[in-house]
């Protein structure tokens, strides 16, 4: 095991058409800096391609798109990336994740 994604239905409906609730991406602390994370983000959205609808039925979503929650999105470390400038590895918090690669926005 060297990442993990846990996503989940809060709302009990089992419905397809809203889409999965992302609880969790991390990277295992000894791989982090590897770039794994975003090899997991493409297998997570690849997985909800799959076993989802891609007509949402309310309107939070444009059609043709699938709506993807994040919740209790936290500031603690799932990954390390490298700075262009120098070559250091800095930490790359999940809201940071969230936000900044995977292209989530707030609603």
Request: charged share 25%; proline share 4%.
């Amino acid at each position: 095991e060297v990442a993990r994604c846990l996503m989940s239905y809060y709302d009990g409906s089992h419905d397809p058409s809203i889409g999965p609730t992302i609880e969790m991406i991390a990277v295992k602390e000894s791989r982090r800096g590897e770039g794994l994370a975003k090899v997991l983000w493409y297998w997570v959205l690849r997985f909800i391609e799959t076993h989802f609808t891609l007509e949402c039925l309310n309107n939070d979503a444009p059609i043709g798109h699938i709506m993807v929650k994040a919740t209790q999105i936290g500031t603690q470390e799932v990954e390390m990336r490298q700075r262009k400038r120098d070559g250091t590895k800095v930490p790359v918090g999940f809201k940071e994740f969230i936000f900044d690669y995977c292209g989530f926005s707030v609603r």
